[in-house]
């Protein structure tokens, strides 16, 4: 049985843009993209691909519809998904910006 707040090994069914569906057993989970990572998720499909297994921890169960709510970023687990470092924040955006408004006011 598995219960709220253990950490267990799912097997990836499915990516979808807002997060990563898992089954264990009898039950089905969703790691919203939201739980994936404390940083920015661009593409779902970088952390993960169908038939992959990956640690998680269990935020919530619903025994009756054998559903599970599940959390990578706080399983603690040694993380095998790593966010490439391109791919996070707005540093990109803060480098940028001063040429377009530059480039703006010049128009």
Known sequence: MIKK???????????????VFVKKDDYVGLIHISEISNRFVKDINMFAKVGDSVSVYVLDVDEEKKKLTLSYKRCGAKKKIVVP????????????????????KKK
């Open 85 to 104: 470092k391109s791919e996070i924040g707005f540093d990109g955006l803060k480098k940028e910006l001063p040429k377009w408004i530059s480039n703006a």
């Open 5 to 19: 707040g253990d950490i267990i090994l799912v097997e990836v069914t499915g990516l979808v843009d807002y997060g």
